[in-house]
């Protein structure tokens, strides 16, 4: 239908057109004005039309696409999951990937920082649970530790095996401290007081750290000798990062780092300090961002990280991130996916719900860490919250419909932590005698997940390798042995081939489409 102008005839019937008409005494200036300011009025509807239209393809081509949602608690590995996927794709995009290693640089060296950071507090906390003072017959007897006798009655000694030597150290290392304060406070402004590293999802971090990243590297030179850290604890006044000469130094970790490096791996390698930890019961192998082992690397000048230690990094998310790909060629080439990485503290877990009604798939992380606790509860067992969170999803209504994927995943930390002779039964009660290896404790607690979802057939247990096993209709117990297992996996689900593994991507798919199912990895 024909639209009529402002100023064509009035319609003698329409009181809004005969209003709109132009004044019949109406000058030619403000005739051109009139028809500049309509035109611009139409240039204006139709960018909103344009719009309008745009985002309608959007929502329909989101409503079309494959939404996967990672779940589990804090620390089980979502993001790592999705890391492995990213790195995967990157491989076909090296600018991109360069920029991303450059911020993974800088979260590994505040990964490193955080670990020499718990490791001075556990010697702090030993050397002061070991302080004692001297009373008349200690004296006496000439008691005393760390190579010196107290010979006042009332003097406080420690009677820890660390001396001199480790304390000089643990000073000269405290210089780390601001570097940290200033890197996490760059990160996210809001995280003074955290004592973890975390991000915003959605902030922009990636490119923060890079530009971060890329600005130092300009002061990477090594620093001048003696170090500013070491001279500032032989008593001089000038410590990095203070007005006095070393301002720059805080914003430049690499250096900092590089000037304590030989001191973080001395501490770290020390057998006191080694005996110490074991004393207090401490293994900072299992910290997340575990990188003391790489110490000598990740503190030198030239670190560049390596694919491993990216995965191996640990960021806290903290809100929903969002990663989009389009499937470029294999089995659904033009499909778009939509993965959503959500944080997992139980402050934050109330942002998952929204996501419930939309996703297609869930990847559920589940480790068996039957030995630690929540960082944000201490009180409460890891693998009992992850139970009791996995029991909720798969009862959830808004999740009738949709596929349930479970990762019991660090699986090479559970295989560390029986090798280390640590028992199950003296965190669950339950296992009672049962050996305490690897394939019977992943059984028993395979099966208390097990009993919220579809029971799997009996042969499909215990296959070697879930990438060489064939693909049942049937959901079907599967072991992912390490990282690489489940990376492979997943990347597998997202950008699916023709090969024959790719069939466990399309059986999410398939399973998706016959209701409720689980695939245990
Ligand atoms: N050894 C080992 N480490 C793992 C594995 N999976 C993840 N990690 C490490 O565990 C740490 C935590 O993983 P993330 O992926 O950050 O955990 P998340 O679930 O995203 O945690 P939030 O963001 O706090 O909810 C990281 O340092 C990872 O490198 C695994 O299978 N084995
Ligand atoms: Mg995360």
Redesign the pocket.
């Known amino acids: 239908m024909a639209t009529r102008n402002f100023w064509s005839a009035p319609d003698p019937d329409d009181p809004l057109s005969r209003a709109l008409q132009p004044p019949i005494d109406e000058t030619p200036e403000e005739r051109a004005a009139r028809i500049r300011q309509f035109e611009e009025a139409q240039r204006v509807s139709k960018e909103i039309d344009d719009e309008i239209a745009l985002s309608r393809k959007a929502y329909e081509r989101r409503k079309r696409a494959i939404k996967i949602l990672l779940l589990?608690?804090?620390?089980?590995?979502?993001?790592?999951?999705l890391?492995t996927c990213t790195d995967f794709q990157l491989q076909f995009s090296p600018q991109h990937f360069a920029k991303e290693r450059a911020a993974w640089k800088t979260i590994i060296q505040l990964n490193l920082i955080r670990c020499v950071k718990r490791l001075l507090e556990v010697l702090q906390e030993e050397y002061e649970s070991s302080l004692q003072t001297t009373t008349p017959s200690s004296v006496a007897k000439g008691k005393g530790v760390a190579g010196r006798t107290p010979t006042t009655p009332g003097v406080r000694f420690s009677t820890s095996p660390l001396n001199d030597h480790h304390r000089r150290i643990r000073m000269r290392l405290s210089a780390l401290l601001p570097v940290e304060e200033e890197l996490m406070r760059k990160l996210l402004p809001e995280s003074a007081g955290r004592n973890d590293v975390c991000v915003r999802a959605g902030s922009g971090w990636k490119g923060v750290l890079a530009a971060l990243s890329a600005n130092t590297s300009t002061l990477d030179a090594p620093l001048p000798q003696p170090p500013p850290l070491v001279s500032a604890m032989k008593g001089g006044s000038s410590r990095p990062g203070t007005a006095n000469g070393h301002a720059r130094d805080r914003d430049n970790p690499t250096a900092v780092l590089a000037a304590c490096r030989d001191d973080i791996v001395a501490l770290w390698e020390d057998k006191v300090v080694q005996a110490v930890l074991k004393k207090q019961n401490v293994r900072l192998q299992d910290m997340?961002?575990f990188f003391l082992n790489d110490a000598a690397r990740v503190a030198s000048i030239g670190y560049e990280p390596t694919d491993d230690d990216i995965?191996?990094?640990?960021?806290?998310?903290l809100g929903v991130e969002e990663h989009h790909f389009t499937m470029e060629s294999g089995a659904l080439p033009g499909t778009e996916w939509y993965i959503y990485?959500?944080?997992?503290?139980r402050s934050v877990r109330q942002h998952w719900i929204p996501y419930f009604d939309d996703v297609q798939a869930i990847i559920f992380?589940a480790?068996l860490a039957f030995n630690l606790t929540l960082d944000e509860d201490p009180k409460v067992n890891r693998l009992e919250d992850s139970i009791i969170l996995w029991r909720e999803v798969c009862q959830n209504a808004l999740l009738a419909k949709t596929t349930l994927i479970l990762f019991l995943?660090?699986?090479?930390?559970l295989q560390a932590t029986l090798a280390a002779g640590i028992r199950v039964a003296k965190y669950v009660p339950s296992y009672g005698d049962q050996p305490n290896d690897v394939q019977h404790v992943t059984k028993y607690f395979r099966d208390k997940f097990r009993g919220y979802h579809l029971r799997p057939p009996a042969h499909a247990t215990g296959s070697a390798s879930f990438l060489e096993a064939p693909l049942a209709k049937t959901p079907r117990i599967l072991l992912a042995r390490?990282?690489r297992d489940?990376a492979y996996l997943v990347l597998r689900l997202i950008f699916a081939s023709h090969s024959q593994r790719a069939r466990l991507a399309l059986a999410c798919l398939r399973i998706r489409q016959h209701g409720r199912s689980a695939l245990t990895v």
């Open positions: 589990g608690q804090a620390e089980s590995g979502k993001s790592t999951t890391k997340p961002g995965v191996r990094a640990r960021v806290r998310t990485d959500v944080g997992g503290s992380l480790p995943n660090k699986m090479d930390i390490n990282l489940r």
